[in-house]
């Protein structure tokens, strides 16, 4: 059977950006589970071309995308917490490649999932966090700029306020930008239109509770005809830099909430991944897995007892 959702991924979406508690090695170790699971025909995973210039201009400044090119160190780039090498660049723009296709093949078979992507700090004229392009921003406007969509909404359920996405849309009506996020932690808040600042340590029925009350709001009422889902790994309960309690149980149940949702009422959806910076990275890959498989369709197997 031949999934309904798209699998978008390249090898170059790793870069070599020095020891970090970003594993960037997830991309590649989901990409091998799935297709060692079966999940997913290694023949049919699509490998994405890299956002082209105009594509990402629809976004971010010129000034910002030339710092970019030419690894200038300014203010727009040194907000980053990141290193700055013609590799790494290549790869956010890549995996803002991977979203945009991840988009366009939501909108002819349901759902789109890029094995990377979810960069939702990154600003128009600046970097932010562990982000330099901010691939939800660019899929959107791509899409709407092809009159393939007007409205859209990004659901961002990161541990961490995709606080670049909410700027970038803030006058713009026809996006609707929901975050659901820890609120004493980084990033400095910006305004989405439904933003929910969770306490800390909040554990799942209290988390799975807020959403199901939020989620009509963004898929209903807004009447999107694409949702970008920011799927972050983060609110697990042994983050890093989260301090949430959310189980693997509970996220798989929050991505049924939202991706059941979208399909529900018919609404395309792309998966990005985001954030994850759990103590054993087999955690984070385990919960991107589980992500995936909701999205194809598949449901993830019986979890071992603990
Ligand atoms: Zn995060």
Known sequence: MSPRAAVIYSPRYYSDIGPHVF??????????????AGDVP??????????????????????YLEDLERLRWT????????????QIVHAYVLMAGGTVRAAREALARGAGINLGGGFHH???????????INDIAVAIRALQREGRIRRAAVVDLDVHQGNGTAVIFQRDRDVFTFSMHQEHLYPVKEISDLDIGLDDHIGDEDYLALLATALPRVLEA??????????????????????????MDGLERRDRAVLEGCARLGIPVV????????????????????????????????????
């Open 23 to 36: 594993p960037v090695e997830k991309f590649r170790l989901l990409h091998e589970q799935l297709i060692h």
């Open 271 to 306: 998966v990005t991944l985001g954030g994850g910076y759990a103590r054993r990275v087999s955690d984070t890959v385990r919960i991107h897995l589980h992500t995936c498989r909701v999205a194809l369709g598949l449901g993830a197997p019986p979890r071992a007892p603990a």
């Open 42 to 63: 290694l023949e049919e995973v699509i490998e994405p071309a890299p956002a082209s210039r105009e594509e990402l201009l629809q976004v971010h400044t010129p000034a």
């Open 122 to 132: 990154a600003f128009a004229d600046r970097a932010s966090g562990f982000c330099y």
């Open 222 to 247: 807004h009447e999107p005809e694409l949702v970008v889902y920011q799927a972050g790994a983060d609110p697990y309960q042994d983050d890093q830099l989260g301090s949430l309690g959310l189980t």
């Open 75 to 86: 203010e727009r780039t040194a907000m980053s917490e990141l290193p700055l090498s013609h």
